[in-house]
């Protein structure tokens, strides 16, 4: 249950942070979502580990997106 919670904190945060930095916050968080999904199935043994993951992962992606892009 509790790994459900930092799942759903984790996209709200990338939305968040996406919308202020003026791009779109659904795009990156559903990319937060898929990250934490995806990490959830790769890593079943570990239920809080894989979503902290999931949401480091979906930064660091949006992270590399900005440098790329600008």
């Not at 898929?34 to 580990?49: E, K, N, R, S, Y």
């Amino acid at each position: 249950m509790i790994g459900w919670l930092i799942l759903i904190a984790a996209v709200v945060a990338m939305y968040r942070i996406a919308d202020i930095e003026g791009k779109s916050g659904v795009l990156w968080g559903t990319i937060t979502l898929i990250f934490c999904l995806a990490m959830t199935f790769l890593l079943p043994g570990w239920p809080l580990v894989n979503v902290g993951l999931g949401g480091i992962l979906s930064f660091i992606a949006m992270f590399i997106y900005k440098v790329v892009k600008d």
